[in-house]
């Protein structure tokens, strides 16, 4: 397994997989989400809109997982994920979070995907502190056992490029 933190635009990618860090409701919104849909184009929506509700407004609960194609982006596949909105941190954010990063790389892995990005995902309006979320990212990350695949980290500023680099080397 190969792990990489980079400074770039997730949307100009060129993985198998990316990873959106969305909203329940999977129809968008600002942050990586609306830059995602925006790049892909609007079967993205159409796709996420195609997805059952497992209950009024939630097509993705916390923590899980949902599957699209990519559409017009250069990633073949999008993985939607929901992370934690920042509540104190004694509310199970890391768990949620984990989860997160956890379930893509379980997607990534069935479908014999050699690459995956994820943004940091909770990071932006959710607030989950980035040298926080970064040390979830990487415990989870090390502890998988997906060989084949290369993750990489993908950063919008340097602040979080930062964090995630120091919880690499700790
Ligand atoms: N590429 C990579 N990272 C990006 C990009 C991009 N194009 N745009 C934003 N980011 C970064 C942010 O800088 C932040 O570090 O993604 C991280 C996650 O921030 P948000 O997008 O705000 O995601 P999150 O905190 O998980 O909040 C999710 O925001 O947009 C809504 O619909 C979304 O309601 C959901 C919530």
Same mark, same amino acid.
């Given at each position: 397994?190969?792990?990489?933190?980079?400074? $770039?635009?997730?949307?100009? =990618?060129?993985v198998d997989a990316i990873v959106n860090a969305a909203a329940p409701a999977l129809l968008g919104g600002g942050?990586?989400?609306? $830059?995602?849909?925006?790049?892909? @184009?609007?079967?993205? =929506?159409e796709a996420c809109r195609a997805l059952p509700e497992v209950s009024p407004g939630v097509r993705c609960p916390? @923590?899980?997982? %949902?599957?699209?194609? @990519?559409?017009?982006?250069?990633?073949?596949?999008?993985?939607?994920?929901? @992370?934690?909105?920042?509540?104190?941190?004694?509310?199970?954010?890391?768990?949620?979070?984990?989860?997160?990063?956890?379930?893509?790389? %379980?997607?990534?892995?069935?479908?014999?995907?050699? *690459?995956?990005?994820?943004?940091?995902? *909770?990071?932006?309006?959710?607030?989950?502190?980035?040298?926080? $979320?970064?040390?979830?990212?990487? $415990?989870?990350?090390?502890?998988?056992?997906?060989?084949?695949? *290369?993750?990489?980290?993908?950063?919008?500023?340097?602040?979080?490029? *930062?964090?995630?680099?120091?919880? =690499?080397?700790?």
């Amino acid at each position: 397994m190969w792990i990489e933190v980079v400074e $770039a635009d997730i949307t100009r =990618l060129e993985v198998d997989a990316i990873v959106n860090a969305a909203a329940p409701a999977l129809l968008g919104g600002g942050g990586v989400d609306g $830059a995602i849909h925006r790049a892909a @184009g609007p079967r993205l =929506l159409e796709a996420c809109r195609a997805l059952p509700e497992v209950s009024p407004g939630v097509r993705c609960p916390v @923590g899980e997982v %949902r599957l699209t194609p @990519g559409f017009e982006l250069p990633a073949r596949y999008v993985i939607h994920t929901v @992370g934690p909105i920042w509540r104190g941190g004694n509310q199970g954010e890391a768990a949620e979070l984990a989860a997160c990063y956890r379930h893509a790389v %379980r997607v990534a892995t069935g479908l014999e995907l050699t *690459s995956i990005a994820f943004p940091a995902i *909770s990071c932006g309006v959710y607030g989950y502190p980035i040298a926080a $979320a970064s040390a979830v990212a990487v $415990a989870v990350i090390r502890a998988t056992l997906a060989r084949e695949l *290369s993750i990489t980290l993908c950063c919008y500023n340097a602040e979080t490029a *930062s964090a995630l680099r120091h919880a =690499l080397v700790t």
